[in-house]
């Protein structure tokens, strides 16, 4: 068997030299110009490394970039702060003087007539507190325990009962409903003696707002605190 196929083999095989180049030449070639083409992208490609326009030649973006630039009549108009916000009427606030009245009219922007004025007060004059009469004077008296209101309760106090204490050993006050012993407080007051007195046997609320309404009575006189006024 195996003599068998020796021979039948060898009776298929090329018996010559010559016949191995028809063989090859019948083989199919495979086109190696294509393959470069493909690769390489051909004769034409470019061989540098230049990155390619953007946006492309002919995009949207160039072609509408080569159209004439819009003139100024064209544009939006923008209103300036004096076109949004006119100025106000006549007289201005420049021309005007600081408490000189501006020209009657409508629309005008002059503060009331009440405050064209300043407000006339009387020149106050501090007097001369004796030594050791000043407000830390004070101060230390309040805390130093000893009895500035002269009752032993806080009392209901009548605009009658208020009449009687107004002499200088004696003085009371009633200011915003309180009724207060000013007789310790008398030697101590900035604008003197004579000053408080006005008020002593009687309701100095109004006088006190005219005078020095910024002070803090409450806690100038909470040691001298008598009472409450009320009605008779």
Partial sequence: MTSFLRSWLSSQAPTTSADVPSIVEASPVLNTDDDDETVHGGDDAPTDDAPPAFPSLNSAQRVGASKPARTDNALPRVLTDAQLMPPPPVPSLASRSLGVPAVSGAGSLAVPPSTH????????????????????????????????????????????????????????????????NITPYLPYHPGGEKELMRVAGRDGSKLFALTHAWVNLDYMLDACLVGFLVPE
């Fill in 117 to 180: 004025k300043p407000p006339a007060s009387a020149k106050r004059l501090k007097v001369a507190l004796a030594p050791g009469h000043g407000p830390l004077d004070w101060a230390n008296l309040k805390r130093s325990g000893q009895d500035l209101r002269g009752v032993d309760t806080l009392l209901r106090v009548t605009p009658a009962m208020l009449k009687e204490h107004r002499t200088r050993e004696d003085a009371w006050s009633a200011f915003n409903g309180k009724v207060y």
